[in-house]
């Protein structure tokens, strides 16, 4: 019995030290599990507090291991380029600058902030932690740009433009150098709204900064909304031309104040004078000058009407004092004004708007190239100085400026033979000495005389010395007259025929 109670206690010791070296083995267990417990969090919590990047980080391609975001935010800041930014305005660069100026500058709190959460990230779970320890983590950070309002608002402005700001232009009446008035174009304006182009250009900026393309340089043209200035009013340039047409119309005009046209009629003249003129003239919008030729004419034919003389019938004071009528028709002697030359000729001196002095356009000479005239006052186209042959009386008179240059007996042609001098008014046609006189006889024979003074007038009629009478005037003419010719002593020929000039008139009347 004794012994069974030892082996029981025996049994029972055993059962107790097994006891307490499993209680010890399981506190120790307990212990070490307690221990790597708080080791595992210590180290977990030592990790989510960390300030620097894990190994095997990159930002933006560089590697940022062991780095703070403040340190990451300084590199990045120093690579960040300070990008430009231009305003274009057709075709020209109005407005440029750097990001600075335009109120741009990198915001370095915003990405560290940013580099913060990144960092935190990284430690926010255990097990993302640890891959990323394994197989490290490329970020990719763009900078953020923080904004100067007031640095924006006082350098984008049309102020700053290098193009001018101008005000639309409506059309305008301008006066040239020269005088003359022209209408010039409208011109559109390139006034700008100062608040809407700040909208545009930020508007711009901002995106191309959230597109991350602003390192290239951000470029925009301005859009028609900005501008303020109207479309010039076109509507005037009607009105504004009839007033410039009316001004050069009265400035063209102006200058015919003092027009005139005096014609000359030896020391008597006949004035054309600018009031005339001015009902003469229209004015095209472009100033140029049309002169009405129905007046033109109308005028030159009342002045013919007054002052020609040839081919018009005429009353001529003999030297005994009688009025010897002559037709038209007998009246070669004389001035004819030229009417289409004359009519040319007056256009031409109005057109050039100064006062013209001159004689009018004659038909100068005849057929044969000799003259028709010699001189005139007035209307009086002899003016003193003429031959008059009275075939009635036998006798010449030859008066010079109004003197009496020489009077003779004379004889003329011989009426019985159908010789009869010519009655009329003729222009001395030339003077030849000597000459050689030809023609025919009644007879039909052929005759040449030899005279020392010839001076023709009339289809070979004319003024002659000759000696190979011995007597002159009383009814010679009747029986022994000429060919038709004056014949003249030599004395008295001679004399004529040295004071006398071609185109003097010959008055040959009965």
């Known amino acids: ?33 307690l221990i790597g417990a708080l080791a595992f969090q210590n180290y977990w919590n030592k990790e989510k507090e960390r300030e620097t990047f894990l190994d095997g980080t990159t930002i933006n391609g560089s590697d940022v291991s062991g780095k703070t975001p403040e ?7 120093e690579q960040c380029k300070d990008f430009s930014v231009e305003i274009d305005e057709n075709g020209t660069a109005v407005l440029t600058g750097t990001a600075s100026q335009f109120g741009y500058t990198p915001d370095t709190q915003a990405l560290s902030e940013k580099l913060q959460d990144a960092l935190k990230a990284q430690t926010s779970d255990f097990a993302r932690m640890m891959q990323l320890k394994r197989t490290g983590e490329s970020l990719t950070e763009t900078m953020s740009w923080a904004f100067d309002e007031s640095t924006f608002d006082s350098f984008v402005q049309s102020a700053n ?82 007033e ?4 050069n119309k009265a400035a063209v005009l102006d200058k015919y104040q003092n027009m005139s046209v005096t014609y000359e009629f030896g020391t008597q003249t006949e004035v054309l004078d600018a009031n005339t003129i ?20 109308s005028y030159v034919s009342d002045l013919a009407s007054k002052y020609n003389t040839r081919y018009i019938a005429r009353t001529f004071t003999a030297t005994d004092g009688e009025e010897i009528s002559f037709s038209a028709g007998s009246v070669e002697y004389g001035y004819t004004i030229d009417q289409d030359a004359e009519c040319k000729q007056l256009t031409a001196d109005i057109e050039t708007d100064e006062p013209v ?37 036998q006798h010449i008179w030859f008066y010079k400026n109004g003197t009496l240059v020489v009077d003779s007996d004379c004889v003329t042609g011989d009426a019985s033979k159908g010789f009869d001098t010519e ?30 003074f010839w001076m023709p007038f009339f289809e070979g009629e004319g003024l002659h010395d000759a000696t190979w009478r011995s007597a002159f ?7 022994n007259g000429s060919h038709g010719c004056v014949n003249l002593p030599y004395d008295t020929a001679e004399k004529i025929y040295d004071n006398i000039d071609a185109g003097t008139a010959i008055v040959i009347h009965e």
């Open 473 to 479: 005037g009383g009814d010679i003419y009747k029986t």
């Open 1 to 33: 019995m004794q012994n069974n109670r030892d082996t029981d206690k025996i049994k029972n010791k055993k059962k107790i030290g097994a006891g307490h070296i499993a209680l010890i083995i399981g506190l120790a267990l307990l212990a070490a599990a």
């Open 357 to 393: 002095s001159r004689e009018p356009e004659y038909i100068q000479t005849n057929d044969y190239g000799n003259p028709l005239y010699l001189g005139r006052e007035g209307t009086d186209d002899l003016n003193g100085t003429y031959v008059e042959v009275d075939i009635s009386s």
């Open 278 to 297: 001015m009902g003469w003239l229209s004015v095209a919008d472009d100033g140029s000058i049309t002169v009405d030729q129905d007046a033109v004419s």
């Open 423 to 452: 009655i009329g008014i003729f222009p001395l046609a030339y003077k030849e000495s000597p000459s050689v006189l030809t023609g025919q006889n009644a007879n039909g024979n052929d005759y040449e005389t030899k005279v020392s």
């Open 71 to 77: 340190e990451v935010t300084e590199a990045l800041a």
């Open 244 to 247: 410039a047409d009316e001004k």
């Open 161 to 242: 433009f290098s193009v001018p700001r101008t005000a639309t232009q409506d059309p305008e009446l301008t006066q040239s150098d020269d005088g003359t008035y022209t209408v010039t174009d409208g011109s559109k304006g390139n006034e700008v709204d100062d608040t809407a182009l700040q909208s545009f250009v930020k508007e711009q900026i901002d995106q191309a900064v959230a597109n991350g393309t602003e390192e290239s340089g951000v470029t925009m043209t301005l859009p028609d909304s900005v501008y303020t200035s109207a479309d010039p009013d076109e509507s005037l340039k009607t009105s504004l031309q009839q």
